[in-house]
C-alpha cells in the first residue's frame, strides 16, 4: 500500500468514528422555485359585481357576466388579497371609450382583504374592455366588462302588489297608492343588460301621478327603479325610454 493510499484510508476511518451516531437527512425537492406558502397570493381572493343596478344591492351577487347597456354608469365592487401597503390600488381600462373608469375608493382594508369600489361609464357604442385593479405591490386583477344596446325592455311590476297589467300595460291606483316597477332593457340576443340611469322614466304632469326613487322625484326619474304614485284622479301616459327603445304605460288613479 502506498502512502497515498494508505493516507485516504485513514481519512475514511477517522471520518466514521466522528460521524457515528449521526444522520443526514436530504430533501429531494426540487427548491427552484419558492415553497407555495411563501409565495404572495396573486388573485388568490379576487372577485367583482356590479352595485348600482336594481337587484344589485350590498347583500346580492351581480356579476359582469352580462352587459352594461350602452351609456349607463354603474358602480363596480371589488374584492381581492390585501398587499398592506396601505395606498388605494389603481385602476386601468383597456378601451376607455367602450368603458371608462373613476378612481377607486376604499371600503375597507382589513384581515388580508381589500375591498374596493369605483365607478365605470359605458360608452354609446356596443364592444367589450378589460378592467384591471392594480396593487403597489404588483398583485392585480382583472375582469372584462361588455357593453350592448338595447334592441326591447320589459317591464316588470317587483314588490308583490297587483296594480299592474302587463298584458295592456296599464296601472289602476288609488289615491295614495304606488306601484314598484322595473325597466329591464335586453339585447337582440334576449340577455338582460344591467341598466341603471340608462332607464328614464317621465310623466308629462304630477297632477294625478308623481314619478320618485331616491332622491330623484316629479316628472322624470333616470333609474332602472321607479314608484309611480296616484295623487288625485285622473289618467296620464308614464314613458320609459331605454336608448332607441320606448315602451308606453297608461295609469289611471281612481
Known sequence: MNLRTLASSL??????????????????????????????????????????????????????????????????????????????????????????????????????????????RAGERAGSAEITVTQSSGQSATVVVRVDEAAGMDLVEDEGTAHYDRSRDHITLRVGERVSMNGQPVNRAGERLYANDGVVWTVPDTGSVALSWGFMRGERVADDHVYVEGRAPGTEVVTVRAGVVERTIIVDVR
Open 11 to 120: 481519512a475514511l476511518v477517522v471520518a466514521s468514528q466522528s460521524l457515528t451516531g449521526c444522520f443526514f437527512l436530504f430533501d429531494r425537492h426540487d427548491y427552484d422555485d419558492p415553497p407555495p406558502s411563501l409565495v404572495p397570493p396573486t388573485e388568490e381572493i379576487s372577485s367583482f359585481r356590479f352595485t348600482a343596478s336594481r337587484g344589485c344591492g350590498p347583500s346580492s351577487q351581480c356579476s359582469p357576466d352580462r352587459p352594461l347597456m350602452a351609456g349607463v354608469r354603474e358602480s363596480l365592487m371589488v374584492t381581492m388579497a390585501d398587499d398592506f401597503s396601505g395606498a388605494a390600488p389603481t385602476v386601468t381600462t383597456s378601451d376607455a371609450s367602450v368603458v371608462s373608469v373613476s378612481v377607486i375608493q376604499t371600503l375597507s382594508a382589513q384581515g388580508g382583504t381589500y375591498r374596493g369600489v369605483f365607478e365605470v
